[in-house]
């Protein structure tokens, strides 16, 4: 199983990116999945996750701003991130809880991340 993040890149202060991450490889089910980030010193923390059902979830300082959303038949997530901040600069990680095809067992995968630098 693999994820694999696309998207992230050199935006200025107010502009607008959008990051995508496809699970592929022996997958079943994908069930959750999300983005994290992680600034130059500081822990990774969550952006937004989303349910197979599309409930989601948002950190407070990204909401009105980040929207999260999927397809489910292209096991695919999405970010959209409008009026980015300097300091949201960071590597942006997937992550996706899901079935694994044949042991049909659920397990957490994290992509390598992308990088999103935003200049003020």
């Known amino acids: 199983v693999q994820l694999q993040a696309s998207g992230g890149g050199l935006v200025q202060a107010g502009g607008s990116l959008r990051l995508s991450c496809v699970a592929s490889?022996?997958?079943?089910?994908?069930?959750?999945m999300g983005w994290y980030r992680q600034a130059p010193g500081k822990e990774r923390e969550l952006v937004a996750t989303i349910t197979r059902g599309g409930s989601t979830v948002y950190t407070e300082s990204v909401k009105g701003r980040f929207t999260i959303s999927r397809d489910n038949a292209k096991n695919t997530v999405y970010l959209l991130m409008n009026n980015l901040k300097p300091e949201e600069t960071a590597v942006y990680y997937c992550?996706?809880?899901?079935?694994?095809?044949?042991?049909?067992?659920?397990?957490?995968?994290w992509g390598k991340g992308t990088l999103v630098t935003v200049s003020s």
């Open positions: 992550y996706s809880r899901l079935m694994v095809a044949v042991i049909y067992q659920v397990m957490d995968y």
């Open positions: 490889g022996s997958v079943f089910r994908v069930n959750d």
